[in-house]
């Protein structure tokens, strides 16, 4: 089975930009759930996708937004960016299920994000 | 509220030898899973193994165990014969009950050097 894909793998954006990062989650897998990783703040959890629904949300403001598409693909979007939204954004599937591994979280390589 | 914590930011271990990498979590749901990930230079978050707060026997997957102490609120991370691609970052994180399922809480991690 292919992995799970995000494009572009780096963009550099000035402030007050928008950007728009995709994710291609594993096939079978309905649920994609973003993070954010600084070397200041660590993995923060952005937002979970399934089945084109967002289920969960972390503590990020508006500015931060994602949608998921009937074939599970997702993209978030980051509107007037900051300096501090330089990270790397990283996009995980699972199938969404709770119990076992099966409810494991499988991690795409990440989309280096540089904000000038 | 839930919390992961890894005291150990960096440390060393000689090729071939076991190691084991610290983590404790704190949450008041009963139902719970652990993750370890692996996170080499390039980025990518690698999953290791799952602990489900339920399973009596501790996960074991090839060269990585979990030593998972459920009233001690720990789940440390042991690989044994270590070799030099286990060079990298090492997270814990965990998901709470049952309908959160995509949104995992990292600790700050631990960084593994492995000595030829």
């Known amino acids: 089975k292919a992995g799970v894909t995000q494009t572009p793998r780096y963009l550099i954006k000035t402030r007050g930009q928008q950007v728009t990062l995709s994710c291609s989650p594993i096939?079978?897998?309905?649920?994609v759930s973003w993070y954010q990783q600084t070397p200041g703040q660590g993995l923060q959890f952005l937002f979970e996708?399934?089945?084109?629904?967002?289920?969960n949300k972390g503590n990020f403001p508006g500015r931060f937004s994602g949608r998921q598409f009937s074939n599970s693909r997702s993209e978030m979007n980051v509107s007037t960016l900051e300096l501090g939204d330089s990270a790397l954004y990283l996009c995980?599937?699972?199938?969404?299920?709770?119990?076992?591994?099966?409810?494991?979280?499988?991690f795409g390589p990440g989309t280096r994000l540089l904000v000038l | 509220a839930q919390k992961i914590t890894q005291t150990q930011p960096g440390m060393f271990v000689q090729e071939k030898e076991a190691v084991t990498l610290d983590c404790t979590y704190d949450?008041?749901?009963?139902?719970?899973?652990l993750f370890w990930y692996k996170q080499p230079s390039s980025g990518e978050m690698i999953f290791l193994i799952y602990?489900?707060?339920?399973?009596?026997q501790n996960a074991t997957e090839g060269r990585y165990s979990l030593n998972f102490q459920k009233a001690r609120k720990s789940a440390n991370l042991v690989i044994s014969a270590s070799q030099l691609g286990d060079s990298a970052m090492y997270f814990c994180?965990?998901?709470?009950?049952?309908?959160?399922?995509?949104?995992?809480?990292f600790g700050q991690g631990t960084t593994l050097q492995v000595k030829p």
């Open positions: 996708y399934f089945s084109e629904t967002q289920r």
């Open positions: 602990q489900g707060s339920y399973d009596q």
């Open positions: 096939s079978g897998h309905r649920s």
């Open positions: 994180a965990m998901r709470d009950g049952a309908g959160n399922t995509g949104k995992l809480i």
């Open positions: 949450t008041s749901d009963p139902s719970y899973g």
């Open positions: 995980a599937s699972s199938d969404g299920l709770a119990g076992s591994s099966k409810g494991a979280q499988y």
